[in-house]
């Protein structure tokens, strides 16, 4: 079952890096940032596949959209120094919550 959850794992941060790419591919019109947008996700895409066969698509869809949008939030701040105000912060911690509860207390989502 962990090898699901890795891949898991790996299917959000191809979907982070693919999302940071599309910013930095200005529209695809950089040949670069434009393959790895294709490749991430590709690669995301493929991964979220394998894991639905195992994981029920709820929980794969919560885990993967609710660390999806912490991580990229992150990105968005650090790399391209995006401003946050208190109510973002506010309603992505309330995200991350979200997953935590999840995972810590749902009995849907098998470990």
């Known amino acids: 079952m962990f090898k699901n959850w890795l891949i898991l794992f790996i299917a959000i941060v191809s979907e982070v890096v693919a999302t940071s790419s599309m910013k930095s591919s200005e529209g695809f019109s950089r040949l670069w940032p434009s393959i790895i947008v294709v490749l991430g996700y590709g690669i995301a895409f493929y991964c979220l596949a394998l894991t639905l066969r195992v994981i029920p698509m709820g929980v794969v869809y919560a885990i993967w959209s609710g660390i999806g949008i912490v991580l990229i939030t992150l990105v ?20 991350a919550a979200g997953v935590v509860v999840m995972n810590v207390f749902s009995k849907s989502v098998g470990h």
Not at 76 to 95: E, M, R, S, T
């Open 76 to 95: 968005g701040w650090l790399v391209f120094n995006q401003k946050l105000d208190l109510p973002a912060v506010l309603g992505i911690g309330l995200i």
